[in-house]
DNA sequence: ATCGGCTCGCGCAA
DNA sequence: TGCGCGAAGCCGAT
């Protein structure tokens, strides 16, 4: 008997049929790393199971919703340090740019595949994508939660309230889940050699050039690990107060990877867990790295609106509707927003933080939004062109995080009603001078373009 | 500097 | 059926 590495419950047959012989196929959709990674563990354990070996394949969509080139080149320059460490683990390695469904039947269709492996997500279009597949070949599909501590589909059947009432259902399943992750096995000989031609693959790829000129990150998993050492380092100890001052470079930066697999959001809690500060500081950060993170894709899998306005409970609907004849002081068009050209030389600032850095404080994020609210015509359209800033210019756009972070501003999501207010009815309103008595405004707006305080590894 | 009110509804206790 | 309390606040009173 072999040893049961992984938790059967992160594990989701997506159709009925029966393995046969031939190869593991592990196609790598969301997470694109090779260690501490349940859904390549799970493709290691199959091959072995079948007495086999297990390939790695990615298969990268020409567009995808809002992202641009500044999040694919991000993405290519990953997958590039993934080749060399795959290389070394004598896991072949095949990378395509297509319609990924039919990418992926066609490539079991032509080779002896006994089974297929993908990661979870909870975006629509990627559900489709699955459907499509294990609809069309004649072999089984797994999908495994590599990116969740407490698998989606475990932890909660339903769509949750609020960060309080999926925080006891998580709690009470993290023993179980956040544990250490069994090593990857070298294989013994690399079955298939080819080279991949990473420029040639990069322009068969129909993203839009970036309006914006943005610092380049070096992505991948030992960026990332770097990256939270330095975290842990110098900015863990007093998180739990300095977090949101954006003045003060106090956040992980983790996002970027994280989003793309490059680090196991796992084996950041194991580290953090062990790290030498105050109790307070870490516990307020795993609540943001699990519960709230984890509550977003609990938002997408369970609300095919996640990205619409019209998504978001009936008592913001409401009260959105409700003042949606209400004068609004300022109005920008989506070209004013994009260029930073308002008023507000705070919002500016973040824009321009987000368009030159492709990050934007967490904090700042959320006043940023609702000043979109607060300076278009309607809500509806608010929602679409934060929606569209943040997809288009965060290094970790096209995210569940980012449909929450927006519906949260706009639509009141996993929050409670708050004073009225005109525009916003009971959605929870921010101002300037909020910010004002919470951090010194004029340092974060003096900080000239490219020069805001960012930790991540350099290009 | 600190406090209370604002406002809705889930989940649990009774 | 009642009650406590919540993902990040604001404002005015004290």
Redesign the pocket.
């Given at each position: 008997m072999l040893k049961q590495a992984i938790d059967n419950n992160r594990v989701k047959i997506l159709n009925n049929c029966k393995e046969s012989n031939g190869t593991i196929l592990y196609w790598m959709q969301r997470d694109h790393r090779l260690h501490n990674n349940w859904a390549a563990l799970y493709a290691q354990e199959k091959a072995k199971e079948l007495d086999s070996e297990w390939h790695t394949a990615c298969f990268i969509s020409p567009t995808f919703l809002s992202a641009t080139s500044r999040q694919y080149d991000f993405m290519f320059e990953g997958l590039q340090s993934l080749e060399k460490e795959l290389q070394k683990y004598k896991i072949p390695f095949f990378v395509f740019v297509n319609n990924p469904a039919d990418a992926i039947i066609d490539h079991v269709k032509r080779n002896k595949v006994a089974a297929v492996v993908t990661d979870f997500s909870p975006l629509k279009i990627v559900r489709d994508w699955k459907e499509k597949v294990a609809q069309h070949i004649d072999v089984p599909l797994y999908e495994v939660d590599a990116h969740n501590i407490v698998p989606c589909l475990v932890v909660s059947q339903?769509q949750?309230?609020?960060?309080?009432?999926?925080?006891?259902k998580i709690h009470k399943l993290l023993p179980k889940f956040l544990v250490p992750y069994p090593e990857i096995e070298k294989q013994k000989t690399l079955s298939v050699v080819h080279d991949i031609d990473w420029q040639k693959l990069r322009k068969q790829c129909k993203v839009k050039q970036d309006k914006f000129e943005c610092k380049k990150y070096i992505a991948g998993e030992e960026a990332a690990l770097k990256q939270l050492d330095y975290f842990i380092a110098h900015a863990l100890n007093g998180y739990s107060t300095q977090?949101?001052d954006p003045t003060f470079d106090g956040q992980s930066n983790l996002s970027p990877y994280l989003h793309f697999g490059h680090i196991s959001a796992q084996r950041v809690a194991l580290k953090i867990m062990d790290a030498k500060v105050p109790a307070k500081d870490k516990e307020v950060f795993l609540e943001?790295l699990i519960?709230?993170?984890e509550?977003?894709d609990n938002?997408c899998f369970y609300n095919n609106k996640y990205d619409q306005l019209e998504g978001v409970?009936?008592?913001a609907q409401?009260?959105l509707k409700l003042h949606a004849k209400d004068k609004r002081e300022y109005l920008y068009s989506q070209e004013q927003l994009e260029k930073a050209k308002t008023h507000d030389l705070l919002w500016n600032a973040a824009q321009k933080e987000l368009t030159s850095t492709g990050k934007m404080h967490?904090?700042m994020?959320?006043?940023w939004a609702k000043k979109i609210l607060e300076w278009t015509e309607a809500p509806i359209k608010a929602f679409q062109i934060a929606l569209y800033l943040n997809d288009t210019y965060s290094l970790d756009g096209n995210d569940p995080?980012g449909y929450?972070?927006v519906?949260?501003s706009i639509g009141g999501?996993?929050?409670?009603?708050?004073?009225?207010?005109p525009i916003f009815g009971?959605i929870?309103?921010?101002?300037?001078?909020?910010?004002k008595?919470?951090f010194d405004v004029d340092t974060y707006v003096q900080r000239k373009v490219g020069l805001f305080d960012r930790q991540m590894p350099l290009l």
């Open positions: 339903k949750e309230y609020a960060a309080r009432t999926l925080r006891p977090r949101n943001e519960v709230r993170k509550l977003s938002y409970a009936q008592w409401d009260t967490g904090y994020r959320m006043y995080n929450v972070g519906a949260w999501l996993h929050d409670r009603p708050w004073f009225k207010r009971t929870r309103y921010m101002s300037f001078n909020g910010c008595s919470k």
